[in-house]
């Protein structure tokens, strides 16, 4: 592709979920917005797949949640179990309308939608195979280079946003601070064609052997998520068949498998969310828990501060400062929120040898009215 003319009002570094719906935002205020993506196409490698409803209520209000709509799934409720006995569900139907669900949608359909999206924009430029190398500011523009098949180029821009993910280029060079802890829990997860009778539920095991997750995927499929006791690397099928049919009594072995993963958990805030005309959002800001599906949603609500932050500092720059500042603090307010949720979820499913007092928790969640407060923090209202 022909390179944009420089002078955007926006470069925002990464092009995932974060990046693709921030760029969105401004190019719909008719700001001049540059994507930089190092990743020559999306990677179909399945990674969050749990779309909130606060999150479709953001997609609603910039209109684009169709795509969305028809091409996930909605997971009205989840399945409690303790062991193999079931005790109970949280229906997302006691949330408010018309997002009773959480959408199980594959984050690489999601980048394809919001690509699509920003692609019918004349205000937004997404550059693939483009790797952001540094950047230098004054109080009136940033200027930044980048790489793109082996030149390099220099744009002049009013700011940055990274969304460059935990491992943030754009967060090193702008000096803030990351700061945080790696979790003892670890899980293996994979996609399996169905063969329960869920339909479209989750399901949700706590084993005294460690938590069981399964979410509907579009095409008949379904993720499976097993606590283990170390990490694994590079987990094979029949690990995850074995633990399966351990912890749920289901046979997956003559199963279609299309994905295999290992993953530790950790928690990471950045100590501020902006230096100077430089600002962080997703998992450059804050990496929390995939254990309950907060993470990719979490940075979706910052994004829409930020954009309507930005704005404020594109126009009254006299207010840039004071902008900055208070999106820096909701975002970690919310950050830390979510982290204490994530915690809450983790804890529930770790390995137990006397399961019986969080058994009787999980009881209480699912068969009183706290299940109307749970169904709540599982949907991420209240932040």
Known sequence: ??????????????????????????????????????????????????????SMELFEEAGVQTPFLTSGIAIRKGVAHTDQEKIGEVDFGLCPAPYAFILALPQYRTEQILETWIDDMDTVDLIRGAEFRGIKQNERQVTLTYSLGGEFHELQCSYVVGCDGKNSVVRRQAGLEFTGKTYPDTYVMGDFSDNTDFGPDAAVYLHREGLVESFPLPGNMRRWVVKTDSYIRSPDRAMIETEVMKRVGLNLEHQTNSMLSGFGVQHFLADKLHAGKVALAGDSAHVVSPIGGQGMNLGWLNARNLAQTLKTCLNHPEESRSALKAYSKTARDRAKTVAKRAELNMWLGRKRRFPLIRNLLAQMIVNTPLQKKMARIFTMREL
């Open 1 to 54: 592709m022909s390179l944009p003319e420089p002078q955007p009002d926006v470069v925002i570094v990464g092009g995932g979920p974060v990046g693709l719906y921030l760029a969105g935002l401004m190019g719909s205020m008719n700001f001049h917005v540059i994507v930089l993506e190092k990743r020559l196409e999306i990677d179909r490698h399945s990674k969050s797949l749990g779309i909130h409803p606060v």
